[in-house]
């Protein structure tokens, strides 16, 4: 069903997408072009936290019912340094939080990504600059409530940036060639890749599937489900066999491919210091041309952190 779903959001987003679409692979070199900037958030904020508020909203309103707490939720006082924050979360936790960047992509792209950490938290998050203000949201998005940061100064001026150019073209570069030669994954499965720029993508590994195994898991839960929980007099295990075997078959005729595109978190002194790959799935027929399919923007992201040498922006 996951892959089903990530089929149709990939559709949906070409349908939607035409005056942003990305090059056809015959340009693949010319997908993304070099942007000589990065974001420099550096200075004094107020952090705060929702839960239920909206998708693209932030409700102050809700920081009252979280008044009495241990921890604060709302109007936390933090300093970024290098990118790079920790704050106290709700649960008492130390999260630490780094922004990386990434300022080539199209903008139908996020180009500025959060990933926070701490005890058993581990998320990405979408950041939105208005002026004064960071909306900073929990990926996947969801249409209903999704958790949310709001990081605002107190003297609400435009927030910075730093405007800059990367001194070592070549390690920008090389970089997709190191992950290649790394991963025996991509390297065997590799589709298409930029020697200038950090992108490529990949396919999964082929497993042939009849779906008999879908189908017996299918009925059991069928039979489980109708005749034992729910106690009803009908028979649902063979519905659900089929089911079953449709969401498990694999002739190889849809395969699985990966976006992967790397972010950078850079200091104040303008050296990368970490970078991630970002991934994404997305399904197409092994017979079309694959890039009509490519995701537009990051859902439903997984993440691979690499330390990456250090070099200079001038």
């Avoid at 309103?61 to 709700?90: G, K, Q, R």
Wanted: glycine share 4%.
């Amino acid at each position: 069903m996951r892959y089903i779903l990530v089929l149709l959001t990939s559709i949906l987003i070409v349908a939607c997408s035409e005056e942003t679409e990305l090059q056809t692979i015959q340009n693949k070199e010319d997908l993304f072009e070099h942007n000589d900037e990065f974001y420099l958030h550096d200075g004094d904020f107020y952090l705060s936290q929702n839960w239920w508020s909206p998708r693209d909203s932030f409700k102050r309103s809700e920081c009252d019912d979280y008044a009495a707490h241990v921890y604060p939720t709302c109007l936390i006082a933090i300093n970024i340094t290098n990118n790079e924050f920790e704050f106290i979360d709700y649960y008492g936790v130390n999260r630490t939080c780094i922004f990386y960047q990434n300022q080539d992509l199209p903008n139908t792209y996020q180009k500025v990504l959060l990933v926070c950490e701490g005890g058993e938290h581990w998320s990405t998050y979408s950041v939105d600059i208005e002026s004064s203000m960071l909306l900073i949201q929990e990926l996947p998005l969801s249409e209903g409530y999704t958790y949310k940061y709001l990081l605002e100064t107190n003297i609400k001026d435009d927030l910075p940036y730093i405007t800059s150019s990367f001194k070592d073209i070549e390690g920008l570069s090389s970089r997709t060639k190191e992950l290649i030669e790394r991963d025996a994954l991509i390297d065997r499965n590799l589709t298409l890749s930029s020697d200038n720029f950090r992108w490529l993508v990949y396919s999964d590994d082929i497993f042939l599937n009849d779906g008999s195994d879908g189908e017996i898991a299918g009925q059991v839960m069928g039979a489980v489900t109708c005749n034992v929980l729910l106690q009803l007099p009908i028979d649902c295990s063979s519905l659900a066999g089929s089911i079953g075997k449709d969401l498990s078959k694999n002739d190889g005729t849809t395969i699985t491919q990966n976006l992967c595109v790397s972010y950078d978190a850079i200091n104040n002194e303008g050296y990368i210091y970490q970078s991630i790959w970002v991934c994404e799935e997305f399904d197409h027929p092994n017979n079309v041309d694959f890039s009509k399919y490519i995701p537009r923007y990051f859902s439903v992201p997984w993440i691979t952190i690499y330390h990456e040498s250090v070099f200079s922006i001038e």
